[in-house]
């Protein structure tokens, strides 16, 4: 089983949808968890931190469940420029040693 | 601020031949690592260093060497290139141990 697991996509919506992507993690250690953004051919862009009560910027929440091993990202209204790859970032034990997943692809559409 | 700066962007090697990527940050971070991207796989960790004269291995190490002579610097070296080498190289940095990274722009790696 891999560390970190995502659905790869591609998630294709209308703009104004809301869509969300889940990943799990199998490492119970695991301490801290990320949703970074990566655009096509670009470097990835920390989009959020994932605390364990959840938390939400803007149209963007994120939600920790530590039971069952996964986390979430739900996104809102979405525009165009939300199109890019999601990836899901977790760390476990010291050093800040990331691991991340594959990504997941969202494209919003007119 | 420039932020973490990688060169070059791109580059082309034939096999068995070395090159030193380049990463330079001047936001005084004291952790830095490279990664590697490979089409559809998550960002792999090479090595990483969390001060000046420190340095140790991530994932996949082998192929490659690293040094951390100064905070700002942290050249990747790749000795003897194959075509496994072929991929997206980026370089980051980090304030404290438990911080998000910032990434550079990447260098794209061909060996062929």
């Known amino acids: 089983r891999k560390e970190v697991e995502q659905d790869p996509g591609p998630f294709n919506v209308p703009e104004g949808a809301t869509v969300a992507f889940n990943c799990t993690y199998s490492n119970s250690a695991s301490q801290s968890f990320f949703w970074y953004r990566q655009d096509c051919r670009k470097e990835p862009k920390l989009l959020m931190s994932v605390y364990s009560s959840g938390n939400e910027d803007g149209r963007f929440t994120a939600q920790l469940n530590r039971a069952s091993q996964y986390i979430s990202l739900l996104i809102r209204d979405s525009k165009l420029s939300d199109s890019a790859t999601y990836l899901c970032?977790?760390?476990?034990?010291?050093?800040?040693?990331?691991?991340f997943g594959t990504g997941t692809q969202l494209k919003v559409e007119l | 601020n420039a932020g973490v700066t990688q060169t070059p962007k791109f580059r082309i090697l034939k096999i068995g031949q070395s090159m030193t990527l380049q990463c330079t940050q001047d936001?005084?971070?004291?952790?830095m690592y490279w990664y590697r991207q490979d089409p559809g796989m998550g960002l792999k960790l090479i090595y990483y260093s969390v001060g000046a004269g420190i340095t140790d291995k991530g994932e996949v190490p082998n192929g490659y060497n690293v040094s951390r002579s100064t905070t700002e610097d942290f050249p990747l070296r790749l000795e003897l290139a194959a075509p496994s080498q072929t991929s997206v190289y980026f370089c980051?940095?980090?304030?404290?141990?438990?911080?998000?990274?910032?990434f550079g722009n990447g260098t794209r790696l061909t060996v062929t």
């Open positions: 936001m005084n971070h004291n952790y």
């Open positions: 970032v977790v760390r476990t034990g010291g050093g800040n040693k990331l691991t």
């Open positions: 980051a940095s980090s304030p404290l141990g438990e911080s998000p990274l910032h």
